[in-house]
């Protein structure tokens, strides 16, 4: 069986969110926002993806995986992949002329929409697993900022202290009454992951990680709050969420696979950002992740757990496929889980790799690392440096590979580090920044 894979990223935002981050100008011909999604595919598989990798990665990939480029169907649709744009014309025919007998295919999409499920009608492939949920607008529905709030309330999983309103009124109110028990805010947009929707609130105006701007709470906050109700809904999602912050505290993610009898874990990790910021406005950036999470083993028991439970809740409602669920500990080992994201996580693809490479239980033994914030540089310099410098991933053993040059992700080259302790994936990130920065 052949796997047809679509890297429909993004889709799940809203228009502005990706406006107001820049994710719609990295989706274009040129970048390579989904070059990481490559390293899912075995010969024979294609993967319809916004924007095309960049000349020589996949020759590059070649080195590790064996798999010819030849051997790999690449679809790029020009821009972010909405249902409109996946069920078109263009698009179909080219899936159609590669997917000959649909019934030996599979398909595997980021986010599994109502499109996705109508692609595989079109082609006669057989439709995936949760496809009624989909097709009833399920996967976008628990996707939501406040469905998240409501079903953990449901069962019991712990998150902030918050509120999701319905008006700028009830905004003002909220920030009022939640101010007096925290000094930060966070105030979120329905539709967006990676804390690209939300907005921090801060007494002393310092960054918020997990925003993408954070702004001073002034004594009488009725303009902030009209400000933000305009700025964070939309037509169809006139909700805000509105949350205390916990600060400090060691922020984590779950990821799992759902099918029709269980949840299988796939992998958990820890969350980094950096400790400085660039202005009084901005935010702590997203400078990777590291699996898996050096957390105590009764800490890390207790975030797994906690997650399935919510993780599990979803599978009965009829949700299928990969979704992540993150959170953070605090010091005092209080556990807090903030969204959920009903499709595939970032560290999915690490994971994915990790196992190609080391096995099913390679977490017993290695340790990997995503690393988002070295220099970007052409994709030619970055595999010569990586090779001069001997830091280059070696099939069995340590190194680091390259998942991207141009990511969207975060502010430089996407690459990912394999070492057998956090001591060697410590090392070699010291090495590797080293090298970039000379």
């Not at 590669?98 to 019934?103: A, D, H, S």
């Not at 998150?159 to 009022?176: C, F, N, Q």
């Not at 009084?280 to 999470?293: D, K, M, N, Q, T």
Request: charged share 20%; proline share 4%.
């Amino acid at each position: 069986m052949s796997t047809l894979y679509i890297a429909n990223i993004r889709s799940d935002y809203a228009e502005s969110v990706r406006a107001a981050t820049g994710l719609a100008e990295h989706s274009l011909p040129g970048g390579d926002t989904a070059a990481r999604f490559l390293w899912h595919l075995e010969s024979g598989d294609v993967l319809v993806t916004p924007d095309n990798p960049k000349a020589g990665f996949q020759e590059y990939m070649e080195r590790y995986t064996g798999v010819s480029p030849d051997a790999l169907h690449v679809v790029c649709t020009g821009g972010l992949i909405d249902d409109a744009t996946l069920l078109s014309e263009l698009v179909v025919a080219q899936v159609r002329n590669i997917v000959v007998n649909p019934m030996e295919w599979t398909l595997e999409a980021f986010v599994l929409t109502p499109g996705v499920v109508g692609l595989a009608a079109i082609l006669g492939m057989s439709p995936p697993a949760g496809h009624e949920f989909a097709s009833e607008g399920g996967v976008a529905l628990i996707n939501l900022k406040s469905s998240f709030r409501a079903l953990a309330a449901g069962i019991g999983v712990p998150i902030p202290m918050g509120v999701t309103v319905r008006s700028a009124d009830d905004l003002l109110s909220s920030i009022l009454q939640l101010r007096e028990h925290s000094d930060a805010l966070i105030v979120k947009h329905q539709r967006g992951g990676g804390g690209r929707g939300n907005i921090g609130l801060s007494r002393s105006a310092t960054g918020l990680s997990g925003t993408r701007a954070t702004v001073r709470m002034p004594d009488d906050p009725a303009e902030l709050a009209t400000a933000l109700w305009n700025d964070l809904t939309e037509d169809g999602n006139t909700q805000v969420t509105v949350e205390c912050y916990v600060e400090g505290g060691r922020p984590f993610y779950v990821e799992w696979y759902v099918d029709e009898a269980r949840a299988k874990l796939v992998s958990t990790g820890e969350i980094r950002y950096s400790e400085s910021v660039a202005s009084e406005e901005a935010s702590p950036v997203w400078l990777g992740l590291g699996l898996p999470g050096s957390f105590s083993a009764y800490a890390s028991n207790r975030i797994v757990m906690e997650s399935f439970r919510f993780i599990e809740h979803l599978r009965t409602i009829g949700y299928r496929g990969y979704a992540n669920i993150d959170g953070l500990i605090t010091d005092s080992g209080v556990l807090y889980f903030h969204e959920i994201n009903a499709r595939w996580g970032g560290g999915l693809v690490v994971a994915a790799i990790a196992e190609k490479f080391l096995g099913p239980t390679w977490s017993d033994a290695w340790c990997a690392s995503m690393i988002l914030d070295v220099p970007r540089l052409q994709l030619g310099v970055v595999i010569d440096l990586l090779d001069q410098a001997g830091l280059a991933y070696s099939r069995g053993g340590e190194g680091v590979l390259i998942l991207g040059v141009d990511s969207d992700l975060g502010a430089g080259c996407e690459l990912m580090i394999i070492a057998r302790n956090r001591e060697g994936v410590a090392r070699l990130e010291a090495k590797l920044r080293e090298v970039f920065l000379h």
